[in-house]
């Protein structure tokens, strides 16, 4: 067996645990074709590691020979401390997994400005992990990985934000910026990538291994899982749904563009129109006009439903590229749901391209803040394994 | 060594063998990671399958230590016969190919009809593999594999077709029809698609992991290249470029839906609108209206100009989704130049989510009839390399 295959091996064996949560050597043989010999070897490697363990099987079955229980391995949940966090518009939400994945903790703080610098929000987020750590009688520096959600555009392999809305300069590696405060590895991604990962590793994704995510929130996000993992494009633009052109020269939007989806069916897109109407010069609320549009006003219901037409014309054109099998539409504020309304599910059916075979899924899936920081720490669980085999390697070469 | 892994590492080991069209064993060793010893072994019995074939190096250098002269494998070209076509509007053209990807001879033949039945194309079909192969004194027979590319909404893996222009009946399992004319195996897909395989086996694709390729003939036609492969979606109606809609309840398209990209940017909309203008009930040519805009004429260049920013913007949210390190605008007619224009890709560049990197590199690749052929040829090839490697596997059990 060669380095490269042992390394391999390692790698489809603890996933497989992983998946399978508790499993004996022999299935593992079994699911992987993995001989039983290496299943072994390896297997061996990683309890020595304290990767793994073994627990007694749960069956009264014994082993008919020697009548001794069955052993089954899985992951060892205090092999390492993993957080994740995302930054929203006025809060950071903060979840910490142990190596199984078991959530331990979470957090919640408010920031008192919606837009930090790189290295103001960096001694943030260190302050806010330390606490976090804190509820379980750790430190920070007992944490193994961080992973983090921000809005914008990130080219997540690099740790490098081209722009977000939370940060006051542009062009920033932040994930250097957070390594040198915090002094764990971080792992960054755009917020809805990481929506994904979340809905991949304990939501409505599991079990697809090609699915699109569509969140709401100021803006409008979008995570693309193709082959199991997050599809990212290759400058860390992909996905920008939010920015598609939906109208050529169409509404202004806050990217300074027209036309793009943003501009039609965000919160500021409603309340531009709404106030138009109204002559109002005063700031309404978004649910205000969400509310008169069921209550009969026809301006307000005119607003709604035009935003409702553009978001189904720019699903139809998601479904026309990707041929998905699943839709998730994913958001915590409630004031989304005209949006994800049926007859916005339905016009979208008749604007995708028609054929004898059902139209993919659309599922909904409602809530809270928490949700995009277990996603955030998914990816840095799934990063800080993968770095925990390497230094196996390393360990041997 | 379990039958599972030595499956892998035939397949690794061809496939390399192939990539680098000529290697010694002790490359392939080091390039795979796969041990010296069971490169001997799998080599061993690829040659006595006769799938590949040893040769002499080249170089004049020599084994230092008993001068024989060095040994490279190769893909052994007769091995297996592969044949291409593509169906178009009013051609079909074919190629064949040996096992390495030679092309060894081309044909073209009219089409009376430009719409069959499913089981009159698949005799026109083997009647024109069968002259193909009687060119290289073979027959139809000899042939390992049938490619074909066909517009339309196709179901590769089940080599369903939904619907194509070039047949009377929706939902037609074509493959089937056609493997019972031919009696060899047959590999269908949508022909953009097949563009694709062919810019990445032989055309600007090669080297990238990722790329777009857009068509442009009476239709609008994508291919997605992901991870080296071609994306197909879940239903085969994936990458649907051209009923992407562009217009919340625009302009009528032939798929009776309105606002697609095609109802803007495709033949009949060009003429249907220049028809308008002029009043003339006699039947225009779209390259009239393209050279009455370069003479000056301001209602056609209206129409022309139109339909650039309709595919700008098409393009533009291609790449807000994608975010490719490449896009391929492929064509073998010059009357698309209009929609190849600078002016329409510096559009598309304008209306992209902006970052301080470049966008990516957008290339014209003109080319004749038989690139569609020859990938459809190659992903024929593709399958035909598979099926030998199964063989192999079936004849070890």
């Known amino acids: ?14 996933n497989e645990i992983r998946r399978q949560q508790r499993i004996p050597r022999i299935s593992l043989s079994e699911v992987t074709g993995i001989s039983r010999a290496t299943v072994t070897t390896i297997t061996a490697e990683l309890l020595r590691e304290g990767l793994i363990e073994e627990v007694t099987s749960d069956t009264t079955e014994k082993d008919s020979k020697r009548g001794r229980p069955k052993v089954d391995l899985k992951i060892r949940g205090v092999a390492r401390l993993i957080a ?70 990130v080219d997540a392999p690099r740790g490098f934000v081209h722009w977000s809305p939370s940060l006051t300069s542009r062009n920033v590696t932040f994930g250097t910026v957070l390594e ?4 764990i590895p971080v792992f960054l991604d755009n917020d809805a990538n990481l929506v994904a990962m979340a809905e991949k590793s304990f939501g409505l994704g599991q079990g697809h291994s090609d699915f699109i995510v569509v969140t709401i929130e100021s803006g409008v996000g979008m995570g693309i899982v193709i082959n199991d993992e997050i599809y990212r494009g290759t400058r860390g633009c992909g996905a920008e ?19 793009c989806l943003e501009a039609y069916v965000a919160d500021y897109a409603l309340l531009r129109e709404a106030m138009l109407a109204s002559g109002e010069a005063a700031e309404r609320q978004v649910d205000e006009v969400l509310q008169a549009a069921k209550d009969g006003d026809e301006v307000a219901a005119s607003i709604v439903e035009r935003a409702g037409r553009m978001f189904a014309m720019g699903l139809a054109n998601i479904v026309n590229i990707f041929d ?69 390697a390393d360990n041997v070469v």
């Open 1 to 14: 067996m060669s380095v490269n295959q042992r390394e391999i091996g390692r790698r489809k064996l603890l």
């Open 324 to 392: 998905p099998e699943l839709i998730i539409l994913a958001g915590e504020q409630m004031q989304s749901s005209h949006l994800y309304a049926e007859e916005v599910i339905v016009s979208m059916r008749k604007s995708i391209v028609q054929v004898d075979k059902a139209p993919p899924e659309v599922v909904i899936h409602k809530w809270g803040n928490l949700m995009w920081a277990r996603g955030a720490a998914a990816y840095a669980l799934e990063n800080v394994s993968e770095n925990a085999l390497l230094e196996m």
């Open 241 to 259: 749904f939010g920015h598609t052109k939906v109208q050529l020269e169409g509404a202004l939007c806050r990217c300074g563009q027209r036309g």
């Open 180 to 183: 040198d405060a915090l002094g």
């Open 84 to 153: 994740g966090a995302k930054i929203s518009n006025k809060t950071i939400s903060l979840v910490l997994l142990d190596f199984e994945g078991t959530q331990l903790a979470d957090h919640e703080a408010a920031l008192e400005t919606t837009v930090l610098s790189a290295d103001e929000m960096a001694q943030v987020l260190a302050e806010l992990v330390e606490e976090l750590a804190q509820k379980v009688d750790h430190s920070l520096q007992d944490v193994a990985g961080f992973g983090l959600g921000i809005a914008g555009v």
